[in-house]
Every structure is written in structure tokens, then in C-alpha cells.
């Protein structure tokens, strides 16, 4: 019996085949650690000015409306510029288009330490979002370039775990970070930016040379390898062919639209969270340092169960549920959060709502990337991504909007749990469809 037959009978079963099993390995020891470093300084870089904020705020001047207004007018620049750097990465090729990403949003990043006022913040936050705009949704879709369907959930929560990990990592540095005040005249929060937005340009230059554009031009794997994964990704795209748009109909698509609103929902959730919890922390009694360490436990718990989520997925071949009921357990803790006064329940309902959050962005990008291949997929994700991630000044402004008004942000996250809730159930009563997801490889149908 010769190889390619008995891989085939070895696929009909179900079973992975050695060629199978050594490919997804050589390309996850080649990509995924770099994309998730890449990442994670990315997320640093926009999130930073959390920690930034809890000193910041106070020698600058700035109102919690204010602040919220720099937070979140980033999603403005990153919104208008997204699809078009979604499809200039698919026309110059993820190696150069996500370096000159990395390389502008650094240096962009360390220029937020000549912050002196309220318009040179409003204007380097939105030029970080113009700088960032594209490369989320670029390595979505570059990893569908290289995984099949059954192995996307677990390799996307591989890559976005660097969220909740820059947290983990990042929030007790950034508070030991804001300890350099007055070193060289600078203050603390000068220090946090400069330190953390240079390794990003540092990284854009190694990533001009080290990622590779497509399958085909992988030295790194070899011709039987290059082969498998070729004839498995081509029968994939067949299976999307009698659902093929052009870029278009993938910009006007409903779906699309559907999907967008529930992203929207979920990085409402995502970034109310992420930009406040920090002052929400300090106000407990903690200092900078101790509000780091305090700050990155939700993050600890979610990376774990981001992780254990997407494995499950993976194996049940379920996406819809898997997606939903996140989304309605971060609603459900986050409204908690409204009616707690004692801060250890505080922390535990912020957590479990970091669990859910972490869950839902483990899998979401799977719903539309069962259907949507080409350049339809380069612009039809990048739309979902731009018009969700206008939550992201919409959900720390909210949260900013309530605290100047009532004093409370508490109030604030029990008004942002709508969001995560009307997410979650337009996924579960949207009628997501995943059934062209997951086919057999041409390899493995019967031959007649």
C-alpha cells in the first residue's frame, strides 16, 4: 500500500497521519511563539496607558473624561484604517506589511512619553491607532494561510493568549516601571512608554526577514509537508467555493455585519475592563506595584481557561456555543460587579468575567473564517475587527462618563454588561453556520 493511500485511510478514520502530525508541528514551532511575542508587545502598547494613568492623570490634569477620551479615540484611527491595511497586507505580503506596522506603532508608542496636554494625547493616541490598524486582523488571517480548520481554534488561542499575557506580564512591570520616577528628569509614566515601545521597532526589523509570506515559499518545511498542507487547504477552500464573495459582497454581507455587532459587544467588555481595572485596583488601597500584581490575576485565570476552551472546541467541532455562553457569563459577572461593595468579591467577579472574555476571543474568529476565504476574508475580517473595535472607545468611555457623573465604577461596569449580553445571544440565535469548517481533505474521499 503506498503512502498517500494509507494516509488517506488513516484520515477517513480520523487518525493523523505522520506527515500530518510533523507539519502542524513545524509550523507551529516556527510561527506561534514569534507571532505571540509580537502580539504581546502590540497589546502592551495600547494598554499601557492604564498603569500610565495612575500617575499620569494626576500631573497632567486630566479628568476621568478625558482620559477616557485618549483611551478611546485610538479605536478611531485604527477604525478608518483597517481594511485598507487588512488588503495591503495581502497584496505586499504579512513579512513587510506587518513590519512597517510594528516599526511605526513603537516608535509612536515611545512618543507618547512627550505627553504635555490634553490635544498632543488625543493626537499621538490616534496616530498609534493608524499605526497598529491591520495587524490583529492580518495575523488572523495569515494563520488561515497555514492551519486547517481543525487545528484554527486552538492555534488562534495559542496567538491571542498574549493578551491576557501581557497583563500577567506586563501590569507588575509597568507598576515597577512608574518607580523610575525622576530618573533622568523623567517622570514615571515617561519611563512606562519609552521602555516598553522600543522593543516593538526592535522586533519590526527582525520580522521583515524571519516570517514567511505562504506555505510555498517555507524553506523550513519540506516537500511532502509543503504537499499535505497544500492539498488540505485546497480542499478547504472548495468546500467555501459555492459560498464565495467577492470583497464587495463581503463588505456589505450581513453576516458580516451580524458579526461585527458581536465583536463590537465582546471588545466593549474587553477594553471597559482593561483600561479602568487598574485604578479600579488602586482604589482598594494597593500601590503601584502591588496594583500591578493585584491587576494581572483576572488575566492569570483567563489565559488558562482561553487555552482549556479552545482545546475543547477543537475536539467537539462546536464553535457556536463555545462563543456564546462566554460571552453571556462576562455579562452575568460584570453586572455582578454593579451590586458588590467588598473588594475580594470585586476581584472575583472581574475574573470570572476575564474567564469568559478570554474564552469568547479564543473562538470567535472561527465563525467567520469557516465561510470567507481570499481576499472576501482579508476585508470582511478586517471590517468585523474595525467596527467592533469602536467599542474600545466606546466601552472605556462609558465607564469614564459614569464615574465623573456618580463617582463610581462600579455603576459603569453594570452598564457595560449589556453589551457582552446582547453579544452573546445574537450568537446564539444568529444562525452562525460552521458546517464548511470542518471537510475531509481531497486526499481522503473515495476515488471512483
Same mark, same amino acid.
Given at each position: 500500500?503506498?503512502?498517500?493511500?494509507?494516509?488517506?485511510?488513516?484520515?477517513?478514520?480520523?487518525?493523523?497521519?505522520?506527515?500530518?502530525?510533523?507539519?502542524?508541528?513545524?509550523?507551529?514551532?516556527?510561527?506561534?511563539?514569534?507571532?505571540?511575542?509580537?502580539?504581546? /508587545?502590540?497589546?502592551?502598547?495600547?494598554?499601557?496607558?492604564?498603569?500610565?494613568?495612575?500617575?499620569?492623570?494626576?500631573?497632567?490634569?486630566?479628568?476621568?473624561?478625558?482620559?477616557?477620551?485618549?483611551?478611546?479615540?485610538?479605536?478611531?484611527?485604527?477604525?478608518?484604517?483597517?481594511?485598507?491595511?487588512?488588503?495591503?497586507?495581502?497584496?505586499?505580503?504579512?513579512?513587510?506589511?506587518?513590519?512597517?506596522?510594528?516599526?511605526?506603532?513603537?516608535?509612536?508608542?515611545?512618543?507618547?512619553?512627550?505627553?504635555?496636554?490634553?490635544?498632543?494625547?488625543?493626537?499621538?493616541?490616534?496616530?498609534?491607532?493608524?499605526?497598529?490598524?491591520?495587524?490583529?486582523?492580518?495575523?488572523?488571517?495569515?494563520?488561515?494561510?497555514?492551519? *486547517?480548520?481543525?487545528?484554527?481554534?486552538?492555534?488562534?488561542?495559542?496567538?491571542?493568549?498574549?493578551? *491576557?499575557?501581557?497583563?500577567?506580564?506586563?501590569?507588575?512591570?509597568?507598576?515597577?516601571?512608574?518607580?523610575?520616577?525622576?530618573?533622568?528628569?523623567?517622570?514615571?509614566?515617561?519611563?512606562?512608554?519609552?521602555?516598553?515601545?522600543? *522593543?516593538?521597532?526592535?522586533?519590526?526589523?527582525?520580522?521583515?526577514?524571519? /516570517?514567511?509570506?505562504?506555505?510555498?515559499?517555507?524553506?523550513?518545511?519540506?516537500?511532502?509537508?509543503?504537499?499535505?498542507?497544500?492539498?488540505?487547504?485546497?480542499?478547504?477552500?472548495?468546500?467555501?467555493?459555492?459560498?464565495?464573495?467577492?470583497?464587495?459582497?463581503?463588505?456589505?454581507?450581513?453576516?458580516?455585519? /451580524?458579526?461585527?455587532?458581536?465583536?463590537?459587544?465582546?471588545?466593549?467588555?474587553?477594553?471597559?475592563?482593561?483600561?479602568?481595572?487598574?485604578?479600579?485596583?488602586?482604589?482598594?488601597?494597593?500601590?503601584?506595584?502591588?496594583?500591578?500584581?493585584?491587576?494581572?490575576?483576572?488575566?492569570?485565570?483567563?489565559?488558562?481557561?482561553?487555552?482549556?476552551?479552545?482545546?475543547?472546541?477543537?475536539?467537539?467541532?462546536?464553535?457556536?456555543?463555545?462563543?456564546? +455562553?462566554?460571552? +453571556?457569563?462576562?455579562?452575568?459577572?460584570?453586572?455582578?460587579?454593579?451590586?458588590?461593595?467588598?473588594?475580594?468579591?470585586?476581584?472575583?467577579?472581574?475574573?470570572?468575567?476575564?474567564?469568559?472574555?478570554?474564552?469568547?476571543?479564543?473562538?470567535?474568529?472561527?465563525?467567520?473564517?469557516?465561510?470567507?476565504?481570499?481576499?472576501?476574508?482579508?476585508?470582511?475580517?478586517?471590517?468585523?475587527?474595525?467596527?467592533?473595535? +469602536?467599542?474600545?472607545?466606546?466601552? *472605556?468611555?462609558?465607564?469614564?462618563?459614569?464615574?465623573?457623573?456618580?463617582?463610581?465604577?462600579?455603576?459603569? +461596569?453594570?452598564?457595560?454588561?449589556? /453589551?457582552?449580553?446582547?453579544?452573546?445571544?445574537?450568537?446564539?440565535?444568529?444562525?452562525?453556520?460552521?458546517?464548511?469548517?470542518?471537510?475531509?481533505?481531497?486526499?481522503?474521499?473515495?476515488?471512483?
Amino acid at each position: 500500500m503506498s503512502q498517500t493511500a494509507a494516509g488517506a485511510r488513516a484520515m477517513m478514520r480520523g487518525a493523523k497521519t505522520d506527515i500530518e502530525t510533523s507539519t502542524i508541528r513545524a509550523i507551529s514551532l516556527r510561527l506561534i511563539p514569534f507571532l505571540v511575542l509580537a502580539y504581546f /508587545l502590540a497589546y502592551l502598547d495600547r494598554v499601557n496607558l492604564g498603569f500610565a494613568a495612575l500617575t499620569m492623570n494626576e500631573e497632567l490634569k486630566f479628568t476621568p473624561t478625558m482620559f477616557s477620551w485618549g483611551a478611546g479615540i485610538f479605536f478611531i484611527g485604527y477604525f478608518i484604517f483597517e481594511v485598507p491595511s487588512n488588503i495591503a497586507l495581502e497584496k505586499f505580503g504579512a513579512s513587510r506589511w506587518i513590519a512597517r506596522i510594528m516599526v511605526s506603532w513603537g516608535i509612536i508608542s515611545a512618543l507618547m512619553a512627550m505627553v504635555s496636554g490634553p490635544w498632543s494625547f488625543y493626537t499621538l493616541r490616534f496616530l498609534l491607532g493608524v499605526a497598529e490598524a491591520g495587524f490583529f486582523p492580518g495575523i488572523i488571517l495569515y494563520l488561515t494561510y497555514w492551519y *486547517p480548520a481543525e487545528y484554527r481554534a486552538r492555534f488562534l488561542a495559542a496567538f491571542a493568549i498574549a493578551v *491576557p499575557v501581557s497583563t500577567v506580564i506586563g501590569a507588575p512591570v509597568s507598576g515597577l516601571l512608574l518607580g523610575l520616577d525622576g530618573t533622568l528628569g523623567l517622570h514615571g509614566w515617561q519611563w512606562l512608554f519609552i521602555i516598553e515601545g522600543i *522593543p516593538s521597532v526592535v522586533l519590526g526589523i527582525v520580522t521583515w526577514f524571519y /516570517l514567511t509570506d505562504k506555505p510555498s515559499q517555507a524553506t523550513w518545511l519540506s516537500a511532502e509537508q509543503k504537499a499535505w498542507l497544500s492539498a488540505k487547504l485546497a480542499s478547504e477552500h472548495e468546500a467555501k467555493a459555492q459560498h464565495r464573495m467577492t470583497l464587495g459582497q463581503a463588505l456589505s454581507s450581513k453576516k458580516v455585519l /451580524l458579526l461585527s455587532v458581536v465583536y463590537f459587544g465582546f471588545v466593549g467588555a474587553l477594553y471597559g475592563m482593561q483600561f479602568w481595572l487598574p485604578q479600579i485596583v488602586k482604589a482598594f488601597g494597593f500601590n503601584n506595584v502591588q496594583t500591578g500584581f493585584v491587576t494581572a490575576i483576572p488575566y492569570l485565570f483567563g489565559s488558562v481557561a482561553m487555552v482549556l476552551w479552545a482545546r475543547h472546541s477543537d475536539r467537539t467541532r462546536e464553535r457556536v456555543w463555545h462563543v456564546g +455562553l462566554p460571552l +453571556l457569563l462576562t455579562a452575568l459577572a460584570l453586572g455582578a460587579c454593579g451590586y458588590i461593595q467588598d473588594p475580594t468579591l470585586t476581584m472575583v467577579a472581574i475574573t470570572v468575567a476575564a474567564i469568559g472574555v478570554f474564552c469568547t476571543f479564543a473562538l470567535f474568529w472561527t465563525l467567520p473564517t469557516a465561510w470567507l476565504s481570499g481576499t472576501a476574508a482579508a476585508g470582511g475580517i478586517a471590517l468585523i475587527n474595525s467596527i467592533g473595535n +469602536l467599542a474600545g472607545f466606546g466601552g *472605556p468611555y462609558l465607564i469614564g462618563w459614569i464615574k465623573e457623573a456618580t463617582g463610581s465604577t462600579a455603576t459603569g +461596569l453594570l452598564v457595560l454588561a449589556i /453589551l457582552p449580553l446582547v453579544a452573546g445571544l445574537l450568537v446564539l440565535f444568529g444562525k452562525h453556520g460552521t458546517t464548511t469548517e470542518f471537510v475531509a481533505p481531497a486526499a481522503a474521499r473515495p476515488v471512483k
